[in-house]
């Protein structure tokens, strides 16, 4: 009566329904994509004023 199918089986026929990724295309989740630029832009930031500080006081 009230029959679904299992969770991996419904993912699995989800999965199989996307068309497949573009060539050349790393992220497929825009806020994925967001977070990591995000992260990345920040790293190289701290690198900057931290090689800056040092600099200045020395």
């Known amino acids: 009566m009230f029959y679904r199918k299992p969770l991996e089986e419904r993912i699995a026929d ?7 990724l573009d060539e050349g295309k790393t992220f497929e989740h825009g806020p994925a ?3 990591f ?5 920040a790293v190289v930031l701290m690198h900057v004023v ?9």
Do not use: D, E, N, Y
């Open 50 to 58: 931290g090689v800056a500080i040092v600099m200045a006081f020395t």
């Open 33 to 35: 994509k967001f977070v």
């Open 37 to 41: 630029i995000s992260l990345i832009v």
């Open 14 to 20: 989800r999965m199989a329904q996307r068309k497949p």
